[in-house]
């Protein structure tokens, strides 16, 4: 992978993995990038305990990559606060609202798969957060992402996920709907289909406005923590912890998500 200056101007770019835009893995961030800001604020004190979190495992100015960097909503505050950071992402159109954002152009990107990562830097931090990492749908690509990571991982590297806690939807037997605001005239409705064996999710965002309906159908497969010791180690890596939020608290049953930190084996 490449960093400085290799900004998305093509859409044939592929420095950070083999995706071809356009494929699966870039069909949610094509379909949501101009909504995507009002779905995921870009500020708040969630943001602020992330990076005071990751501050604290490698403060600032290390360097960071971001797996699904998305619109920058992480990225551009991680490199206010001093990290040289590069975003990786499989949707072109996700990346140029990115640059749009980012007023001070600190934040180098590039397209491409993160289950495939082609790695040419080694980073102090690998950060994957929001669930991102389960939108890999199959146990290899997850396992596939995390060789990568370890490639991308200086020595005495860290790579932190966020992911949900599995139970919020392994406990969903039958299909359920949520409701979200967007803006004054538009609406967001998300049907949830979970298949329990297959630890898939299946989400239908709608968008409803103005402009009429948009239906993005968004799967994404969720691995038990179990599981993802079990893969961390097939990659050369291992969980070295796990809370339940950004804030270090410790992980119960009914803990809404997990934050996992992670090193390479040979440390
Ligand atoms: C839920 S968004 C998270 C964005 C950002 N990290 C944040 O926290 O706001 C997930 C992002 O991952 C990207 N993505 C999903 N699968 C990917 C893949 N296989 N390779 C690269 N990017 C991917 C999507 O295009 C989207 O921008």
């Given at each position: 992978?490449?960093?400085?200056?290799?900004?998305?101007?093509?859409?044939?770019?592929?420095?950070?993995?083999?995706?071809?835009?356009?494929?699966?893995?870039?069909?949610?961030?094509?379909?949501?990038?101009?909504?995507y800001?009002?779905?995921?604020?870009?500020?708040?004190?969630?943001?602020?305990?992330?990076?005071?979190?990751?501050?604290?495992?490698?403060?600032?100015?290390?360097?960071?990559?971001?797996?699904?960097?998305?619109?920058?909503?992480?990225?551009?505050?991680?490199?206010?606060?001093?990290?040289?950071?590069?975003?990786?992402?499989a949707?072109?159109?996700?990346?140029?609202?990115?640059?749009?954002?980012?007023?001070?152009?600190?934040?180098?990107?590039?397209?491409?798969?993160?289950?495939?990562?082609?790695?040419?830097?080694?980073?102090?931090?690998?950060?994957?957060?929001?669930?991102?990492?389960?939108?890999?749908?199959?146990?290899?690509?997850?396992?596939?992402?995390?060789?990568?990571?370890?490639?991308?991982?200086?020595?005495?590297?860290?790579?932190?996920?966020?992911?949900?806690?599995?139970?919020?939807?392994?406990?969903?037997t039958e299909?359920?709907?949520?409701?979200?605001?967007?803006?004054?005239?538009?609406?967001?409705?998300?049907?949830?289909?979970?298949?329990?064996?297959?630890?898939?999710v299946?989400?239908?965002?709608?968008?409803?406005?103005?402009?009429?309906?948009?239906?993005?159908?968004?799967?994404?497969?969720?691995?038990?923590?179990?599981?993802?010791?079990?893969?961390?180690?097939?990659?050369?890596?291992?969980?070295?912890?796990?809370?339940?939020?950004?804030?270090?608290?410790?992980?119960?049953?009914?803990?809404?998500?997990?934050?996992?930190?992670?090193?390479?084996?040979?440390?």
């Open positions: 992978m490449t960093t400085g200056t290799d900004r998305p101007t093509d859409a044939e770019a592929t420095p950070g993995g083999s995706a071809a835009p356009g494929g699966n893995s870039s069909a949610y961030g094509e379909s949501l990038a101009d909504v800001d009002s779905l995921y604020p870009a500020a708040g004190p969630a943001i602020d305990s992330m990076v005071g979190f990751l501050q604290k495992l490698r403060p600032a100015p290390a360097s960071l990559l971001e797996l699904g960097v998305g619109t920058g909503r992480l990225a551009i505050p991680l490199a206010g606060s001093g990290y040289r950071v590069h975003g990786v992402d949707s072109p159109a996700m990346l140029a609202k990115l640059h749009e954002n980012d007023s001070t152009g600190r934040v180098t990107t590039s397209v491409g798969d993160f289950s495939a990562l082609a790695v040419e830097e080694r980073y102090d931090l690998v950060l994957t957060a929001l669930n991102t990492f389960f939108m890999l749908p199959t146990q290899e690509q997850q396992i596939s992402c995390l060789r990568g990571i370890h490639d991308a991982l200086a020595d005495d590297g860290v790579a932190v996920f966020e992911t949900y806690n599995p139970q919020v939807y392994h406990r969903l299909a359920t709907t949520r409701v979200g605001h967007l803006a004054p005239d538009a609406l967001l409705l998300d049907t949830i289909q979970v298949n329990q064996s297959l630890q898939s299946l989400v239908v965002h709608t968008i409803m406005s103005a402009g009429g309906l948009r239906k993005v159908p968004e799967v994404s497969r969720y691995a038990w923590p179990a599981e993802f010791d079990v893969m961390a180690r097939l990659a050369g890596l291992r969980v070295t912890d796990r809370w339940a939020d950004w804030d270090r608290s410790p992980v119960t049953s009914h803990s809404e998500k997990h934050v996992y930190v992670v090193e390479r084996q040979n440390v």
